[in-house]
């Protein structure tokens, strides 16, 4: 046991950098800088470096947003850099497919598949997950958006992921919209039900992303995803080089603070980064329970039709769209412009 009562189990932690951070820069991660950051990471200690498109295999879109490098180049990249952090890709159903997205990177030599739905959709993951397990893959389950499904009702839906064959579920606070005693209780429900590694993966909209992933720890997470800087979509995600020597002093981790540190010096050196502070957009964001990628869209559609940014995340939210919806933005702000 460590000074806060926790077991001292180790946490391992998912570098979410090269994956979830390219939201960040609106998708356009080169492969040279995909490399260039999978050498400088993979003597820190950090166990899963996660890298692709922000929505995932197969989602470098006119819709969504397009990739500077396909999934190919980006994956070649990495493997090619990595010999101690496992490689892993983040998957979902209607966006990835086996043949055109999964079965390339299983080729590559992409070590874990992380497959994702809506917290309410699993059953739309089995498929995925059985295929890649039968290939002998690591398949974690990941059930997005958890902040609208009740303990109870995550806990069957993971369930369902792991009758597929996943391996561990984590847990997806992709609004940012859970405070510190709602991700207890989601934890906690998994951790005593399931018998697998439960993971959690926050977003900072309400500022609070260090803090959930601390109680998640506290309450039996043994998985974090976090990104250097705190890259990510919306208000972006917990920063890795605030996480490592918080679990350092809890004796939960081996990765290398200093090590970290020195990858992050120099991510930031090349990427542009925005401010530290949730933005105001990524506050209401998570305050409607958005999907923080959606930020950018919803800007973009508020500019275009000439009304209120805020107004119309309010109004998103009444309808309660997932990930992929972002048509629904436009059809939104061009109902506010017409009441207007």
């Known amino acids: 046991m460590n000074n806060l009562g926790i077991p001292a189990q180790q946490v391992l932690l998912s570098d979410s950098t090269l994956r979830d951070g390219s939201h960040a820069i609106k998708h356009k991660l080169s492969k040279e800088f995909v490399a260039d950051y999978c050498r400088r990471v993979d003597s820190t200690g950090i166990s899963w470096v996660e890298v692709g498109h922000g929505n995932g295999l197969g989602a470098s879109s006119n819709h969504i947003g397009i990739s500077l490098d396909d999934d190919r180049a980006l994956l070649e990249a990495a493997r090619g850099a990595l010999s101690f952090a496992k490689l892993s890709v983040h998957v979902m159903p209607g966006t990835s497919t086996f043949e055109r997205d999964i079965k390339p990177a299983i080729e590559i030599g992409v070590d874990v598949f992380r497959v994702g739905a809506h917290v309410s959709e699993a059953d739309t993951t089995s498929s995925h997950i059985e295929r890649i397990t039968n290939t002998g893959k690591e398949a974690v389950g990941v059930l997005m958006m958890v902040h609208r499904a009740t303990p109870e009702a995550t806990a069957i839906q993971a369930k369902a992921m792991l009758q597929s064959g996943a391996t561990a579920i984590m847990l997806m606070d992709s609004a940012g919209a859970l405070r510190m005693d709602q991700v207890r209780d989601r934890v906690r429900v998994l951790v005593n039900e399931l018998g697998v590694p439960v993971g959690f993966h926050a977003h900072n909209n309400l500022g609070l992303a260090v803090a959930n992933s601390l109680v998640a720890v506290e309450e039996g997470a ?36 200093d090590g970290y540190f020195d990858v992050v010096d120099w991510a930031l050196s090349k990427l542009e980064k925005a401010s530290g502070s949730p933005s105001t957009g990524s506050i209401a964001t998570g305050l409607a329970g958005l999907f923080s990628g959606f930020l950018l869209p919803v800007r973009n559609a508020a500019l275009e039709q000439g009304i209120n940014e805020y107004q119309l995340i309010r109004e998103l939210g009444k309808h309660l769209p997932v990930a992929g919806q972002e048509d629904l933005i436009i059809e939104i702000a061009e109902y506010l412009r017409r009441r207007r």
């Open 222 to 257: 043994t998985i974090l995803d976090g990104c250097a800087g705190g890259f990510g979509a919306g208000a972006g995600n917990a920063p890795l080089e605030v996480l490592i020597p918080l679990l350092e002093e809890l004796e939960l981790t081996r990765a290398q603070v």
